[in-house]
T-cell receptor, first 111, second 112 residues
Framework: EDQVTQSPEALRLQEGESSSLNCSYT??????LFWYRQDPGKGPEFLFT???AGEEKEKERLKATLTKKESFLHITAPKPEDSATYLC????????????FGKGTHLIIQP | EPEVTQTPSHQVTQMGQEVILRCVPI?????FYWYRQILGQKVEFLVS????????KSEIFDDQFSVERPDGSNFTLKIRSTKLEDSAMYFC??????????FGSGTRLTVV
């Protein structure tokens, strides 16, 4: 069964304190790994897609990396506006539609 | 920036009633989806829609659910007879290809 597990469930950081969020996945035939940001009461907002091990993508203070079993979302010198829930998702194995999401990491950046 | 628009933002309905959730996808997108998120739980895939028909549906998407694209712009999710456990945020998404999704802000459905 396809699985996506994110850790930690919640993370509180001081402004400027860098850290990483983890997404472990189990899927047959990875067709991409997606990172989204979700603000309270809003829909997920697309951040990155990674397709192969070793790939990295960056956007402002965020950098996503991918290995064969997990992905990391590194946040460098975060600001309070980076506070959100970060979701990881993969397409299911077998070519099926839809995305399988993890439960997310709730990130709080304190000023 | 183009966006996916969902209405209403919040709907309260009595158990057993029918509800229709509405979405206006981005105009040049070809793939349409509904997802739901029960409070405190994962975002879950319900159904995908392409070329005016359902491409795929999850186990959650049973006979109580249906989708329609009644005209060139709207995409609707109907729940025929709501249950308490249907209370959730429902997200519409659209995409130009299979996974480049843009999600709407969601409809919070509360069944009482």
């Amino acid at each position: 069964e396809d699985q996506v597990t994110q850790s930690p469930e919640a993370l509180r950081l001081q402004e400027g304190e860098s850290s990483s969020l983890n997404c472990s996945y189990t899927v047959s035939g990875l067709r991409g790994l997606f990172w989204y940001r979700q603000d309270p009461g809003k829909g997920p907002e697309f951040l990155f897609t990674l397709y192969s091990a070793g790939e990295e993508k960056e956007k402002e203070r965020l950098k996503a990396t991918l290995t064969k079993k997990e992905s990391f979302l590194h946040i460098t010198a975060p600001k309070p506006e980076d506070s959100a829930t970060y979701l990881c998702a993969v397409p299911p194995g077998g070519g099926a539609d839809g995305l399988t999401f993890g439960k997310g990491t709730h990130l709080i950046i304190q000023p | 920036e183009p966006e996916v628009t969902q209405t209403p933002s919040h709907q309260v309905t009595q158990m057993g009633q029918e509800v229709i959730l509405r979405c206006v996808p981005i105009s040049n997108h070809l793939y349409f989806y509904w997802y739901r998120q029960i409070l405190g739980q994962k975002v879950e895939f319900l159904v995908s829609f392409y070329n005016n028909e359902i491409s795929e549906k999850s186990e959650i998407f049973d006979d109580q659910f249906s989708v329609e694209r009644p005209d060139g712009s709207n995409f609707t999710l109907k729940i025929r007879s709501t249950k308490l456990e249907d209370s959730a945020m429902y997200f519409c998404a659209s995409a130009t290809d299979n996974y480049g999704y843009t999600f709407g802000s969601g409809t919070r459905l509360t069944v009482v």
